[in-house]
């Protein structure tokens, strides 16, 4: 059954081909920051896109899908060990981590455009900032790559552990769409759904590039 529809395949794609440029070009430093900056903008763009994306998406793409309470996330978690229950979308496990991410990263970008390295690089947000609120958001920025790795690692973790513990890959849906063995509903994936997606996101990366990202 299909259960990703295209345009979010790519999203998740995207953002961890954007976290990990934004990561290594941070480390290099130097000309580098320019790309810094572009990855950051990128990543707000996509960031965007999957609010808007949450709000009229396919069905298990939107955030209504996977708002679980929490008495249900923590039986879950209890029942983890016992039981090899499998969800068409996200589990109410890993909603928690999806949207403790999509926080982390929605902090990350916003703080990131008030930063400022005293050298070279400011975000584009910089001067109409207070040197107060620059010294807070670059503070912020700086300590909260900590939480994003710790997030993703925590992220790959469980997806290897669901591969190799209960011989459930997430990693394929994510790729082609679909999960076997899974008796529900099919996510909407036409040409039109697909088509509307990208447009958004590419209009949405755009943008934010064009406004941030130079």
């Known amino acids: 059954m299909r259960v990703w529809d295209l345009p979010t395949r790519v999203f998740h794609w ?3 081909s954007c976290i990990v440029g934004a990561v290594v070009s941070a480390q290099l430093g130097g000309n580098w920051m320019e790309w810094h900056v572009r990855l950051g903008a990128s990543t707000l763009g996509l960031l965007a896109f999957r609010v808007v994306w949450g709000l009229i998406g396919p069905r298990y793409a939107r955030f209504g899908s996977f708002l679980y309470a929490p008495g249900v996330v923590l039986a879950h978690l209890r029942q983890l060990r016992s039981t090899v229950e499998r969800h068409a979308g996200h589990s109410p496990s890993g909603a928690v ?23 070279s690089t ?5 001067r109409f900032a207070s040197e107060t609120t620059v010294s807070l958001a670059t503070s912020v920025h700086v300590k909260l790559q900590w939480a994003l790795y710790a997030l993703v690692a925590l ?5 290897l552990a669901y591969l190799v513990v209960k011989k459930d890959n997430l990693i394929r849906p994510m790729l082609h769409g ?11 994936d036409s040409i039109a759904v697909r088509s509307a997606g990208l447009a958004l996101m590419l209009g949405s990366v755009a943008g934010a590039v064009w406004l941030f990202g130079a």
């Open 155 to 159: 992220h790959g973790v469980a997806v």
């Open 97 to 119: 981590s999806v949207f403790a991410l999509l926080g982390v990263l929605v902090a990350q970008v916003l703080t990131g455009l008030f930063s400022s390295d005293s050298i």
């Open 122 to 126: 400011d975000g584009a947000l910089v």
């Open 14 to 16: 995207s953002l961890l």
């Open 178 to 188: 679909d999960k076997a063995g899974i008796q529900a509903p099919h996510a909407a």
